[in-house]
């Protein structure tokens, strides 16, 4: 069993920058595809950034280059967000899908909601 505890959400002036973490507990932690998803009111879930088991990377073209997605070996996965802009703002939340998934096609959004094992409460992000 994995639990998932996003933090590092706020509210920022468009250009500026925030990190979000994502702290996992249990042990199969490394093993897991994590992705950096968000929700902006009215709006359909959306993967943003991805990072494999081998470290492998993808990015939605709307983050690409401002958007860093990392993970340590202390259980966290990390969204480093910088040049901020408005339409950023979202409740972003961290998943967890299979050890054999890409990091393609999470951002792709090719794996259903349900095929993601776990999933954080979410942290809320503003732009103004």
Known sequence: QVQLVESGGGSVQSGGSLKLSCVASGSRYHTYCMGWFRQAPGKEREGVAAIDADGATSYSDSVQGRFTIS???????????NTLKPEDTAIYYC??????ASAGKVVAGSYTRYEYRYWGQGTQVTVS
Do not use: C, K, S, V
């Open 71 to 81: 993970r340590d070996n202390t259980n966290t996965l990390y969204l480093q967000m």
């Open 95 to 100: 998943a967890a899908i299979g050890p054999g």
